[in-house]
C-alpha cells in the first residue's frame, strides 16, 4: 500500500487503467468501513481510501478536536483490506489559503437543520475527493443516509460519471450501528446508547420516541431518500448518534 500526502501524489498514482474505487473515510475506522473496503476490494482494479478529518463540515462546537484519530493503525486496516493507495492530506493541501469555493446541497430536515453547513462541507469535500481521485465507483454506508442521498444528488445535478455503492449499515452483536464516534462512549453511555437501534426497529416514529423518552433526542422522523427509512440522531453526553433503519418494501 502506498501512503500519498498530496494532490499531485495521487493524481501521480492513480493509474490509467482500469477501475478505480474510492473510499473515502475520517479514520477511526471500524468493521463498517472494512465492509465498504472489502466490497470495493471485491469490484476494483485500485482501491483508494481516503483519510481526513474535514473540519468544514463540523459546527462551532462540535466534537472536531476530540474527534477520535490513529493514522498508524487506520492503515494497518487498510493495508489488510487490500487498500492500494492510501491519501492522507493535511488540511492545507485540500484548504489552502485563499481557497473561497463551496459547494451548497439545497437540503432541509434531519442533519442539515441539526447541523447548519454540515452538508456543505460534505458535498465540498466529497466533489474535491472525486476530482483528485478520478474513481469510477465510490462506496458509502446506509447509516449516513442523509448523506448519501446529498452526495447523490450532486453526482446527477452535476453530471458525474461516477457509480456510487451503498452498503447496509454494519452493527455490532449487541445492535448498536458502527461509528467512529462510538469509541468516545463510556460502558456506562453505550449502553444507553443501544435505545437508538432498539427505537428505530419499531418502525413507527410514536413508538420509538417512547422509547428514547428520556434521553436527549434531537429528532426521530420517516426520510424519502433512496428508500424511505425511520431515522433518528440522539445526544449521550458529549456523544452525538445518528441511525436509520430502512422501512421494508418501501423504495423509490
Not at 8 to 14: D, I, L, Q
Not at 111 to 131: M, Q, S, Y
Request: with cysteine; hydrophobic share 45%.
Amino acid at each position: 500500500m502506498r501512503i500519498v500526502r498530496t494532490v499531485a501524489e495521487m493524481r501521480a498514482s492513480r493509474p490509467q487503467g482500469g477501475t478505480v474505487g474510492l473510499v473515502p473515510t475520517m479514520g477511526a475506522l471500524h468493521a463498517g468501513h472494512e465492509a465498504l473496503l472489502q466490497a470495493a476490494r471485491a469490484e476494483c482494479d485500485c482501491v483508494v481510501m481516503s483519510l481526513f478529518v474535514n473540519e468544514a463540515q463540523f459546527a462551532s462546537g462540535e466534537d472536531f478536536a476530540r474527534y477520535p484519530r490513529d493514522e498508524e493503525r487506520d492503515a494497518r486496516i487498510a493495508e489488510a483490506a487490500g487498500v492500494d493507495i492510501l491519501f492522507a492530506p493535511p488540511a492545507d493541501e485540500l484548504y489552502p489559503p485563499g481557497f473561497r469555493t463551496w459547494v451548497e446541497p439545497n437540503e432541509e430536515g434531519l442533519e442539515a437543520e441539526f447541523r447548519p453547513g454540515h452538508f456543505r462541507g460534505v458535498a465540498t469535500i466529497c466533489l474535491k475527493l472525486f476530482n483528485i481521485v478520478r474513481p469510477q465507483r465510490v462506496y458509502f454506508g446506509q447509516k449516513d443516509a442523509q448523506q448519501v442521498h446529498v452526495v447523490l444528488r450532486m453526482l446527477r445535478d452535476l453530471n458525474l460519471d461516477i457509480d456510487l455503492r451503498t452498503l447496509p449499515t454494519v452493527r455490532d452483536a449487541d445492535g448498536l450501528a458502527f461509528s467512529s464516534r462510538n469509541a468516545l462512549l463510556t460502558p456506562e453511555e453505550r449502553e444507553l446508547a443501544l435505545a437508538l437501534p432498539r427505537a428505530l426497529q419499531t418502525g413507527d416514529p410514536a413508538l420509538a420516541r417512547e422509547l428514547l423518552d428520556g434521553l436527549d433526542v434531537d429528532y426521530v422522523a420517516i426520510a424519502d431518500f433512496e428508500q424511505r427509512v425511520l431515522a433518528g440522531a440522539i445526544r449521550i453526553g458529549s456523544t452525538r448518534l445518528i441511525d436509520n433503519v430502512p422501512l421494508e418494501g418501501e423504495t423509490r
